[in-house]
């Protein structure tokens, strides 16, 4: 069965500082991965996805990721992280093909943006 | 604009007693989901559905049930509740044509059972 590891439970990090949160996934032959975030007492909510093509994926409020095949990695990036980033972010995978968009969640990042 | 709507939001229970979580939505959503979140486990699958009468087991359904009578609405039952499930509850929903679409959540549901 596919997992993921999010092996940063917290990320401090100043406010304009650039910062990366790390995800690892099983391995597969293919895979569709995701971030989604979490803001206090809300559901979550999707950041950005990969499916298919450009390794290097454009999401929302800044957030990009890339999709490592051979370190099987999707690591999360911001150049300048602001006060308002201040969340949970979850790295998720669904087996590919398999048609009930069942997604498993790694155990999530804070990330605590400091003034 | 609801989106997903989970009711209710907030409950106390003793052990051993039943409960029933409601969630809605309004999107016309083939595909519906419920989560539990604890501390330091991220979200983990307890029932999903593909479609209106349809259920099937995700990875900790146990002491759980489920039913999806009608298309927008998903039910998650604890026949007997016990302190292990003191957890927040997601429900979730989303389509599928031939790639994965985006998952909705809702806001959660805080169960408290002592």
């Known amino acids: 069965a596919q997992s993921v590891t999010q092996l940063d439970s917290q990320v401090p990090v100043f406010e304009e500082a650039p910062v990366e949160l790390r995800c690892n996934y099983s391995?597969?032959?293919?895979?569709?991965l995701f971030w989604y975030v979490q803001y206090p007492n809300q559901g979550l909510q999707l950041l950005l996805k990969?499916?298919?093509?450009?390794?290097l994926v454009k999401g929302i409020n800044g957030f990009e990721a890339e999709f490592n095949k051979s370190q099987t990695s999707f690591h999360l990036r911001k150049p300048s992280v602001h006060i308002s980033d201040t969340a949970e972010y979850f790295c998720?995978?669904?087996?590919?093909?398999?048609?009930?968009?069942?997604?498993?969640f790694g155990t999530g990042t804070l990330l605590a943006v400091q003034p | 604009n609801a989106g997903v709507t989970q009711t209710p939001k907030f409950r106390v229970l003793k052990t051993g007693q039943s409960m029933t979580l409601l969630c809605a939505q309004d999107?016309?959503?083939?595909?519906m989901y419920w989560y539990r979140q604890d501390p330091g486990m991220g979200l983990r699958l307890i029932h999903y559905?593909?479609?209106?009468?349809?259920?099937a087991k995700g990875e900790v359904p146990d002491g759980y049930n489920v039913s999806r009578l009608k298309k927008q609405n998903f039910l998650l039952g604890l026949e007997s509740a016990a302190p292990s499930q003191t957890s927040v509850y997601f429900c979730?929903?989303?389509?599928?044509?031939?790639?994965?679409?985006?998952?909705?959540f809702g806001e959660g549901s805080r169960l408290t059972v002592l």
């Open positions: 990969y499916l298919s093509g450009s390794t």
């Open positions: 391995s597969s032959v293919s895979v569709y």
């Open positions: 998720a995978v669904e087996d590919y093909g398999g048609a009930t968009n069942k997604l498993i």
């Open positions: 979730a929903s989303s389509t599928f044509s031939g790639v994965p679409g985006e998952l909705f």
């Open positions: 999107m016309n959503h083939e595909y």
């Open positions: 559905s593909v479609g209106e009468g349809t259920t």
